[in-house]
């Protein structure tokens, strides 16, 4: 995976973040 901007929870909100992807979806 690597780097993102946001992060997608499991429930499917979207969060901005500046670090690693904490919840990786590969769909």
Do not use: C, N
């Not at 780097?3 to 670090?19: C, F, K, M, Q, S």
Request: glycine share 8%.
């Amino acid at each position: 995976m690597g780097l993102a901007t946001v992060i997608i929870r499991e429930d499917g909100t979207i969060e901005p973040t500046d670090h690693v992807v904490e919840v990786a979806r590969s769909d």
